[in-house]
């Protein structure tokens, strides 16, 4: 008995641990310090007195932090509602299409995931050209007689949010696409087979079938979307920059984050300790939201 | 199919061998003293390296090798380099708040001890490496000045003529509208340019230096009817700028200037060389932007743009020095000014090569300092981003001018001892 | 086969709606391939022709932007640096990663929740975050102007996300296949990896692919920690045509034209285990 659980120990620690060592020395280990940070007032880029949790009292109580922070946690929460919505569902109805072989689905697998590919500077230029005030987005609304639904969409602080988790939505569609596609590809055909020559229609052979089986999938976007909606910064800092113009509207908390402690070069030097608090509540918010996804989740996932 | 797939495994691994164990570090053991110099100019990088040229010629004992980094990335790689002890040997530090980061952090060397004649250097300058004790950090090297560019060639042609007073700048802009063309190219979509703004026709309004001297010692607040004045006057321009100039970015504003859609230019004197290489056709000259009667001063915005600084845990100090000798005398000076465009702060320095220098050294007879930057951008939150954001309000319609003042004075006031008595 | 779409004994209403659907999935791909159009079209350009005309074709086809590139600039050999990075960093965070999901998900120990949250913890903060105290520890590993020092930091950054993805999908795979393995005799690692990986081989050409593109594109850490010429890779070399106040569109764009061919490749590559995957599920 004892031999056997200890070559069992010995198996899983041989999986898991190379990965685990690089991740903890690489990755853990500066967060952790990072985290640590927080604690401690800063002169400059010297770390001074201890402060323990005066740095994020100081985040939701003062002025101007309190202000910034729930302002941007408001777009992010944009971030991730609109995502869900749009980006995911989308997702899922492209990759369920594409696995039940509509026509071209060869062509679209390989086109979709292509934005993908870009880089985020090149997604964020071309895009920024075409959202210009004279740029393809107002011409196109001209070409069909709808110039009063012009705008400067990057520019105007209702629609400069909106404008950027468009342009990221169109940019990852396909990844939920081939998530789900691989998902659904994964469920034994017989199943599927069994059900339709049972007589199940479409609707109900999704709802009841395939969505229940790819549950584990849907955790993994759900859980990656969280986390991907609350540490959102490339694609704003390319469209927006760091200071979340115009006015803060396009502000989130990872660029919240990343110019409290590094500062920005139009406007202000690092403040260490609050950059690194607001760095410990991104990460709480993260683990706890997405601790909730997978518990929520794996309590409905179905097995075979 | 299994043959390719081992074939494509085979290449993989021996890629990633390569990755672990040909990867090596770059020192070399050479006679030579190798310094690393890094500036957040990637596009000088050419000027740069003739200038190395020149000193490596002098001294063949020295090897300088330019490092260039992205300006919006520079000050998290200096920090990082320089907290982790290492970093370059000598490199550009910002001026004013920029500056203290690195100095009160104790990175960097007391240049005084290394370069002793700094202390010639004209005051406007030196008020960019200094810190509050009087310690000087870095060596000046170049100086902006927030001006008004415009189109002569279209000045020409539609028989306008450089504005006196305020009124006649507003009707050189209607003109120009009639005409079909953008009278202004800046839009405010960059909260920068709206800072710029402020520097280039601001300072005029709310009344220069004497405004910078009051508010700096608190005698007044940014709620003064002066500032508050001179925001409205930004807002006159609105209709003269671009069509949804919210959504108008940096780059389409220097694009719609060089390319000779727009007439006026609200800017900085650092664009000059910029648009000289897009279009060396482009007819362009400068002015100081006028205030309501003629015989107001006309002021423009001027400050320190850049120092040179070296690490206080270099081991080649002394090499490094020589260097930062070479790039502060006056001969560099002068290729700065001929090659870039810039006004450099050198003394002895001399303009003759650049009549568009000589004409900012002209308009900054009567300068006051660019207001934020160069008082209030040494805590957080800094007037500057308190301005910029608050700016963006206020072109997008939803601040007015009192609102934006009241932002900035409430944002300063939380730090800035004089407003809290 | 009997789950495709079958449009001969379908409703109207159902080829409408497929249609739709249909309509819908090709306005997506034209607004793909415009931009990427867009993009190497411009890569004909000089910077001021970009800015007057972005969306119209070059008025003369000139590779001069390619030329100065790749021999005048140096981006050969930057191009050369990317490649073995980025190789080598997704060559361990497959084998690694999967390794890890295998672990994680095909065996219950006490300690698995926790092993699985410190993976995923991983993902929940961007490294750059933690930048400084990241310089210090690569310091005190003496990796600082290394190539390995990105290699290491890209590894880390891509197995969580791999790990949790993987995790997922060989979740999904029935015990009876591992235990028929199991009765068949086959050792602990060859299940992982003659049995599990095949199976999973869409998810893994989906996970190469979700993190060999970032890791390729990143042009902070190499900034960061490479910086000798000849270790810089290519977005570093690109980041370089942003200047303080100008931009030169028309070398980036041909820099960013260059840089999503070997992307491409991967991905088409890749793609094919994409049927694989399908083909594999059929079978079983």
């Not at chain 1, 929460?77 to 689905?105: C, D, E, K, P, S």
């Not at chain 2, 672990?20 to 006679?31: R, V």
């Not at chain 2, 001179?230 to 949804?244: T, V, W």
């Not at chain 3, 996970?207 to 990143?218: F, G, H, L, R």
Request: aromatic letters at 14%; a positive charge.
């Amino acid at each position: 008995m004892n031999g056997k659980s200890l070559r069992k120990t010995g198996t899983i620690l041989m999986f898991v641990t190379p990965g685990l060592l690089i991740v903890v020395v690489f990755i853990l280990m500066p967060l952790l310090m990072s985290l640590f940070n927080s604690m401690f007032n800063w002169n400059q880029l010297i770390r001074a007195e201890f402060v323990g949790l005066e740095n994020i009292k100081k985040l939701f109580n003062t002025y101007p932090y309190k202000e910034r922070f729930f302002n941007a946690l408001g777009n992010n929460l944009r971030w991730f509602v609109l995502t869900m919505a749009i980006q995911n569902t989308l997702g899922l109805l492209f990759g369920y299409l594409m696995a039940r072989r509509i026509l071209g689905h060869e062509f679209f697998k390989r086109v979709f995931f292509l934005p993908v590919l870009f880089s985020i500077v090149a997604v964020g230029f071309l895009w920024g050209l075409y959202l210009r005030p004279n740029g393809l987005l107002n011409a196109a609304l001209a070409a069909v007689g709808r110039t009063d639904l012009q705008h400067a969409w990057l520019g105007e602080a209702r629609y400069a949010t909106l404008s950027i988790i468009m342009v990221n939505i169109w940019r990852w569609i396909g990844f939920p696409s081939l998530v789900f596609l691989a998902a659904i590809d994964s469920i034994g055909q017989e199943y599927l087979e069994a059900a339709y020559l049972d007589g199940a229609g479409e609707w109900q052979v999704f709802w009841k079938i395939v969505f229940p089986l790819i549950i584990p999938a849907i955790t993994v976007i759900t859980v990656l979307t969280i986390i991907g909606s609350l540490n959102v910064f490339e694609q704003v800092y390319t469209m927006a920059g760091l200071d979340g113009a115009p006015n803060y509207a396009t502000d989130t908390i990872g660029t919240l984050f990343y110019r409290t402690a590094f500062g920005s070069v139009d406007s202000g030097s690092p403040e260490i300790g609050i950059g690194s608090a607001i760095s410990v509540v991104i990460y709480l918010m993260t683990f706890f939201f997405s601790l909730f996804s997978i518990i929520f989740t794996r309590s409905k996932e179905v097995e075979l | 199919m299994k043959k390719r797939m081992t074939l494509v495994a085979v290449m993989l691994l021996v890629i990633s061998l390569v990755g672990l164990f040909a990867a090596g570090s770059a020192e070399q053991k050479t006679a030579k003293t190798e310094i690393q110099f890094w500036t957040w100019r990637p596009e000088d990088v050419d000027f740069y390296n003739s200038v190395i040229a020149d000193f490596e010629k002098a001294n063949p004992d020295i090897k300088v090798v330019q490092n260039a980094i992205r300006n919006t990335e520079y000050n998290t790689v200096l920090a990082a380099s320089l907290s982790g002890g290492s970093g370059p040997d000598i490199f550009q530090t910002r001026a004013y708040g920029g500056l203290l980061t690195f100095s009160d952090s104790g990175y960097l060397e007391n240049i005084e001890k290394w370069y002793p004649a700094v202390t010639n250097f004209p005051e406007a300058a030196l008020g960019g490496a200094k810190d509050s004790k009087g310690n000087i950090w870095g060596v000046p090297v170049i100086g902006q000045t927030q001006l008004v560019y415009y189109n002569k060639a279209m000045y020409d042609a539609y028989g306008l003529k450089v504005p006196a007073t305020w009124n006649e700048f507003l009707n050189n802009c209607k003109v120009l509208k009639n005409k079909g063309v953008t009278p202004i190219a800046n839009g405010s979509k960059e909260g920068w340019i709206v800072e710029t703004m402020l520097g280039s026709v601001g300072a005029t309004f709310y009344g220069g230096n004497d405004f910078f001297n009051e508010v700096v010692a608190g005698k007044t607040t940014f709620e003064d009817p002066r500032f508050i004045r001179a925001i409205e006057k930004l807002g006159e321009l609105k209709p003269y700028l671009p069509p949804m100039y919210t959504g108008v970015a940096y780059t389409d504003m220097q694009a719609a200037f060089f390319n000779e859609m727009a007439g006026h230019f609200l800017g900085g004197s650092y664009e000059a060389s910029y648009f000289k290489s897009q279009n060396p056709d482009l007819d362009f000259d400068i002015f100081a932007m006028p205030g309501e009667k003629a015989t107001d001063p006309r002021y423009v915005s001027v400050y320190a743009d850049m120092n040179w600084s070296l690490n206080a845990a270099s081991t080649k100090k002394e090499a490094a020095a020589k260097f930062l000798a070479f790039l502060a005398s006056t001969e560099v000076a002068n290729r700065f000014i001929k090659d870039l465009g810039n006004v450099a702060w050198a003394p002895g320095a001399d303009a003759s090569s650049s009549p568009f220098i000589q004409k900012v050294l002209e308009l900054q007879k009567t300068s006051t300092p660019y207001i934020f930057l160069v008082g209030f951008r040494y805590q957080q939150p800094t007037g500057s981003a308190l301005f910029q954001s608050a700016g963006q309000g206020f072109f997008a319609g939803e601040l007015s001018a009192a609102e934006v003042a009241s932002n900035v004075q409430r944002g300063i006031a939380t730090y800035y001892e004089p407003f809290q008595k | 086969m009997i789950t495709d779409f079958q449009l001969r004994n379908a409703s109207t209403l159902k080829k409408i709606i497929l249609l739709i659907c249909l309509v819908v999935m090709l306005i997506y791909v034209i607004l793909i391939l415009y931009p990427l159009f867009n993009m190497v079209v411009s890569s004909f350009k000089t910077t001021r022709q970009i800015l007057q005309h972005p969306f119209s074709l070059p008025e003369t086809v000139s590779f001069a932007n390619y030329k100065t590139l790749w021999v005048d600039k140096g981006f050969a050999n930057y191009f050369i640096n990317s490649i073995i990075i980025t190789v080598s960093a997704m060559v361990f965070v497959v084998i690694f990663g999967s390794m890890a999901s295998f672990g994680i998900s095909r065996y219950s120990f006490k300690a698995n929740t926790l092993v699985y949250m410190l993976f995923l913890s991983g993902i929940m903060l961007p490294l750059k975050a933690a930048i400084i105290p990241l310089f210090l520890i690569i310091k005190k590993l003496a990796l600082v102007n290394t190539r390995l020092s990105c290699i290491f930091i890209f590894i880390a950054m891509g197995i969580p996300s791999t790990v949790f993805i993987l995790a997922g999908f060989m979740k999904m795979i029935p015990k009876d296949i591992e235990y028929a393995a199991r009765i068949d005799g086959c050792s602990d690692f060859r299940i992982y990896a003659q049995i599990f990986m095949p199976l999973c081989a869409s998810s893994i050409a989906l996970v190469t692919i979700y993190n060999a593109v970032p890791i390729w594109n990143d042009f902070f850490f190499p900034l960061v920690f490479l910086q000798s010429e000849k270790f810089k890779t290519l977005p570093v070399g690109l980041s370089s045509f942003f200047g303080q106040n100008s931009t030169n569109w028309g070398l980036l764009f041909t820099g960013l034209s260059i840089a999503i061919v070997p992307m491409v490749v991967m991905y088409l590559f890749m793609s094919k285990y994409f049927i694989r995957g399908m083909i594999a599920g059929a079978i079983k």
